[in-house]
């Protein structure tokens, strides 16, 4: 592949900043959009409950605000969640991530999580808004994975998504190599869950991810502005590198 640099703020604009803890604070929720706004990330992510004081506080920036359907097991019918991306939309998000219905894929039920999934899409698609879908990887076998990559292509999704966070695991490098090898290149990637240092954050970004979810965001993007002052921010070139950064 060669060397390929890449700057700061391409790191930056990487990173959705979680703020999705069931214990955060208001006031947690406020410093959080704060640094994102300080380090001019791409989205913040928030509960539904936070959305209006985050659109409040990044009103005038560059960083979206989104936040979280059917979260964080997918569960939810249908018609609830395509409620909760209504009522999202209006207060101003432009991007939402959606968990799909994990215990459905497993039973085979494509068709229902397609329409699910769907539903969800159009709604957000007709405000131009865009539609990441969680698979929570930690329950799903490579075969499952692969059906849902499949199945979100057909659906309409934007972004394919490792996780929530909460699970057990989050995003590897073996599965973000999955998902972007399943899925054309209409449909990004975003890594969430293990995105901790720069360094993982370019391993992921060396397999093709274009979002990843983050709460280290300062270590990171303070790391990375050193590392381009010195002329060595770039991203990972040989398999060894590759794991040694996640």
Do not use: W
Not at 90 to 102: A, F, P, R, S, T
Not at 151 to 165: L, N, P, Y
């Amino acid at each position: 592949m060669g060397e390929v640099k890449v700057t700061a703020k391409e790191i930056a604009k990487m990173i959705d900043h979680s703020l999705l803890k069931p214990e955060m604070t208001r006031q947690e929720v406020i410093e959080g959009c704060l640094l994102a706004k300080q380090y001019d990330c791409a989205t913040v992510c928030v509960k539904p409950c936070d959305v209006e004081a985050a659109m409040e506080i990044l009103k005038g920036t560059d960083v979206l605000v989104t936040t979280v359907i059917g979260f964080p097991h997918g569960s939810n019918l249908t018609g609830v969640k395509v409620m909760e991306a209504e009522i999202a939309i209006e207060q101003g998000c432009k991007e939402l991530d959606m968990v799909l219905n994990i215990g459905r894929l497993k039973s085979g039920d494509c068709d229902l999580v397609e329409s699910d999934i769907r539903a969800v899409c159009d709604v957000s698609h007709s405000h131009g808004v865009i539609v990441k879908v969680i698979f929570e990887n930690h329950y799903l076998t490579d075969d499952e994975k692969i059906k849902a990559c499949e199945i979100c292509e057909k659906a309409g999704a934007d972004f394919v998504k490792t996780s929530t966070g909460y699970a057990g695991s989050g995003a590897t490098i073996h599965d973000l190599k999955l998902m972007r090898s399943n899925c054309s290149d209409k449909v990004r990637i975003k890594a969430a869950g293990g995105v901790r240092t720069l360094d993982s954050a370019l391993a992921v970004r060396a397999v093709g991810c274009e979002r990843f979810g983050a709460t280290a965001t300062k270590p990171i993007v303070e790391d990375a502005r050193k590392r381009e002052t010195e002329g060595t921010l770039k991203l990972p070139e040989t398999v060894a590198e590759l794991n040694s950064g996640y």
